[in-house]
């Protein structure tokens, strides 16, 4: 007998229950991503919390004058803070927000007339920019003052209220000695400054005065890293041998001219000389001086009016400067144009100009070209070929100053870097 298996087919799968099986497996490791990130939410806004309030502290300390500071300084939670930013920074204010008294309304200037405007301020470090300091075993600290003290403040005093700040207040002695008759300057000392580490900084918006008619001049960029479009920058006075140093000097006509004629803002005017390196500034404003100069001489020289005013008499020829449009703020330093540009020069200060103006604060050379010193050079020669000759005298020494100058820069330059290597 043949046996024949009967056909049993393949047991059917329940669709419907491996769905949901596989529904409840993504849902259950779904919940489990999602608890794991909520378990992990406090530490990421802690860490975006303490993220947050470092920014926040550096931002008020490196940038005291910015938004965040000013929202910080004006609030009642800065008192709270106070003790942690500064442990966290090592940044101490100054003691006092104004330094200089009202204008013109405090005592001390008593005979002003009313209405007088505040005249613009000089603020000068002391240390390693007005005077030298040097220990002697025997003799204890010597300190001598910087040639050309003296000049720089009975000139700059006419023009300017005149600070002068000190980074070590054992230096205080050294202040009243310097200004006997408590007259010349204002002193300040580190209670006036913001300390950061072992830097005394600056603070010119404490002043009590305009900021944009504030001029500092020092030789540490770090310790006027607060307000850098204000400072011209000198090299440190550090030998007291050293009697050659015309730094001071130097800056005086730069300075007088700024208040000369009237800018309206200090900053504009050191910015536009593209250097805050006080001896580069110096050259710079000197060359375009000179420029300025050379140029009005060629305008009237043109045509006929040039020819009689140079047929005049070197003695009797109008000095150049005194009377002319071409010398105004916008030609020597492209200063702001709320400046009087094109105003005359009334005057016979520095920038004014005068005739025998050369560099150096020599006077000009009576040398005519190829040819020795004579006692009567009238008789030689005609006004319109003295005038030729003084022309082109002039732009040698404009040239020889420009080449002297720029190879002294760099010859101090590379000093400086071969020290630091």
Not at 30 to 49: D, M, N, R
Not at 165 to 182: E, G, I, P, R
Not at 343 to 366: A, C, H, Q, Y
Request: net charge neutral; proline share 7%.
């Amino acid at each position: 007998m043949r046996y024949e298996a009967a056909f049993v087919p393949p047991p059917v799968r329940n669709m419907a229950s491996s769905s949901t099986r596989e529904a409840a497996r993504k849902s259950r490791t779904l919940k489990a991503k999602k608890g794991q990130e909520t378990s992990q939410l406090p530490t990421y806004l802690g860490a975006a919390f303490i993220s947050s309030m470092a920014y926040f502290v550096f931002d008020i300390n490196e940038n005291p004058n910015g938004a965040l500071a000013k929202i910080y300084n004006d609030s009642g939670i800065s008192s709270i803070f106070a003790p942690i930013t500064g442990r966290w920074s090592d940044v101490y204010k100054p003691s006092m927000d104004k330094y200089l008294p009202d204008w013109p309304d405090d005592p001390c200037y008593a005979g002003v007339p009313p209405g007088t405007p505040a005249p613009p301020v000089l603020v000068v470090d002391l240390e390693r920019t007005l005077i030298a300091s040097e220990y002697d075993p025997k003799y204890g600290w010597r300190h001598i003052k910087r040639p050309g003290f003296d000049q720089f403040m009975d000139q700059l005093s006419q023009y300017y209220e005149i600070v002068v700040q000190t980074d070590n207040d054992s230096n205080l002695d050294v202040m009243h000695a310097l200004d006997k008759t408590n007259s010349k300057f204002h002193k300040l000392t580190t209670s006036a400054a913001e300390q950061r580490g072992n830097t005394f900084l600056k603070r010119l918006d404490n002043m009590n005065r305009d900021i944009k008619r504030i001029i500092l001049i020092d030789d540490s960029e770090e310790a006027s890293s607060l307000f850098p479009r204000n400072t011209l920058l000198v090299k440190p006075f550090t030998d007291i041998q050293n009697q050659d140093d015309t730094t001071l000097l130097d800056l005086i006509p730069l300075l007088q001219s700024l208040v000369h004629h009237q800018h309206k803002d200090f900053r504009t005017a050191i910015d536009n000389l593209n250097t805050h390196d006080a001896d580069e500034a110096v050259v710079e404003y000197n060359m375009r001086l000179a420029e300025v100069r050379e140029r009005e001489r060629q305008k009237r020289a043109q045509g006929l009016g040039g020819l009689l005013r140079s047929s005049l008499r070197p003695d009797k020829a109008e000095p150049v400067g005194v009377s002319s449009k071409i010398l105004s703020a916008s030609d020597i330093v492209g200063l702001d144009p709320g400046g009087p540009a094109g105003e005359p020069i009334k005057d016979s200060k520095p920038v004014s100009l005068p005739d025998n103006f050369s560099f150096g604060g020599k006077k000009e050379s009576k040398i005519w070209k190829n040819e020795e010193p004579k006692k009567e050079p009238k008789k030689k020669k005609g006004g319109l070929f003295a005038f030729v000759d003084r022309l082109e005298q002039d732009k040698m020494e404009m040239e020889m100053l420009k080449r002297e100058k720029i190879e002294q820069i760099y010859r101090q330059k590379m000093e400086e870097k071969a020290k630091k290597e």
